[in-house]
């Protein structure tokens, strides 16, 4: 029997609330947790929690929540731009000092607007930069770039490089409604004529008031409690630095599914990366779960799971394999994270079930089973419809242009138990 609970008590939706709140404000991320969903998460389960892990943090919406709580923090994500806005928005900086610091940037920008930039500077030269970025804002974020990097105070200048990728991605010339990297149209691209100084300044803007309001929130947490973000995989294994059964609780959103034909994080962060000199974001894809087909499928010994496979299988072969690799690395995952837990403690893995050539992929279904096997007892499934989260709603099954199918509309909080 599918193993889903209709809550009706509990409204999962969080329509109409404000879902950028504090750092939450900081930076777009693709399938982004709404801060609602942790936050209930931390009410329902974990009353008594002391340590918290998310072993795909993304922009650390549970670090932050569970920091406010004053519960210590741990998460690893593999996309290095993730791993800087989620260290930025769980990093509180004193408002005194970043006053200081934006007063001295508006100095900057103001005479950049009128003075231009310097007539020598050392323009980055990262492969397609012209296909993607015009001649004037090559300079304009190079000169921002000089500007940033000089910053003596490590958290202010990661404070200013969150607000620079933004500005990076919304002066390129990427249709910036979409996560994938396609670009504009010649005549979008005639018209276009960003500015770029200006840009940057309001989401320093933004995010000065999100700090404000998140320091002030801080301030009201039981204790002060710290934040480590890692960049380890948990398919391989867990570093020794961790301890085993240390964690009382787990909330996270893992991928949905390979980054290449689902949420290309890499490639929604590669311009930034380049721009940041993160390391190697064109490999970033490759690394996520899923990124390397294994060449076989297994039995999953999760019945919905081996049935879904197989009827794709039937039609597809290839694209069966690419999603079979998906749930052995989530397998293996959810073996390695299972021994951080302490018994009683609970995991929440926030998930959505896509559909590939018609197939629902049952990963709620798999999540229970896996966890299962590693002395845990499913507590409940919610059910939530999606109303704002930034996805694609629609994908071509076929992948033929014009072919369109539902993907997801519904999420599933799939909450276990480790036995005692
Ligand atoms: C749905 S997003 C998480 C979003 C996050 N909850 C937030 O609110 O920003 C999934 C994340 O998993 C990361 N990821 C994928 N495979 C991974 C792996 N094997 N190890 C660590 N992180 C991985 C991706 O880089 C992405 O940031």
Redesign the pocket.
Known sequence: MRAVQHHTQIDWEFRGTNTRAMTHCFHD?????IPQIPSKLLELFGSSAKRLF?????????LVEAQLRGIDAAG????PL?RLIAKTKTTPVRQQILDLYLKDFSEFAFKARFEGEPSVLQLPSFPNIDFWFQPDVIRKLTYLKQYIWQIDNEDVRDFFKVAYSETVRETSLTRNAEFKLFRMTDKQIESFNPDVYGIIENKLSRNRKGMIAYLAALKQSPRKSSVSIYDF???EGIPNTLASSDFDLII?????GD?RTT?A?GQYSRLSSQWLDLETPNL?DK???GGQSNGHIPKFDCPPLDKAIKKISDVDHKRSLEIASFYI?LEK?IHNVSRLIRRAGSVCYVVGNRRVKGVTLPTDEAIVSFFERNKFAHVDTFLRSIPNKRMPAKNSPTNEPGKLDTTMLNEYIVVMRKQK
């Open positions: 991320y693709p399938a982004r947790m998310d072993p795909y943090c993304g922009t650390g919406t549970s690893t994500d593999l996309n993730a995989n948990t398919v996270t959103s893992p991928p949905y980054s949420v994080y970033v690394k996520l779960m690395d995952s």
